[in-house]
Nanobody
Framework: QLQLVESGGGLVQPGGSLRLSCAASGFNFDYYVIGWSRQAPGKEREGVSCIDSSFSSSDGSTNYADSVKGRFTISRDNAKNTVYLQMNSLKPDDTAVYYC????????????????WGQGTQVTVSS
């Protein structure tokens, strides 16, 4: 059974940092594209970042929403079946539930549509 479990969310002050983790199980993690999306209260879900499979022609390429470029970094550790989202210079507008998700479609096509989703972890940026 495919499972994605997010962790690392919490409360942080503006300008601070958090690292989210997404632990995957029940499928061949190495071959999947993994991404992060977020949903703030009253807003639609927004694709944040994506990382390709290390075994695809794009070899682990990444993609980011304009709103997080230069502040967020996505990475994957295939040995641990885990994807990370390092979030720096956090702003109140980054407050949302962050979801990890998986699919086969490469990152260059879009940031939002995935086949499998985790349950989410809350990130709150506030002083």
């Amino acid at each position: 059974q495919l499972q994605l479990v997010e962790s690392g969310g919490g409360l942080v002050q503006p300008g601070g940092s958090l690292r989210l983790s997404c632990a995957a199980s029940g499928f061949n993690f190495d071959y999947y594209v993994i991404g992060w999306s977020r949903q703030a209260p009253g807003k639609e879900r927004e694709g944040v970042s994506c990382i390709d499979s290390s075994f695809s022609s794009s070899d682990g390429s990444t993609n980011y929403a304009d709103s997080v470029k230069g502040r967020f970094t996505i990475s994957r550790d295939n040995a641990k079946n885990t994807v990370y989202l390092q979030m720096n210079s956090l702003k109140p507008d980054d407050t949302a539930v962050y979801y990890c998700a998986a699919r086969f479609t490469p990152c260059r096509y879009d940031l939002s549509d995935y086949d499998f989703w985790g349950q989410g972890t809350q990130v709150t940026v506030s002083s």
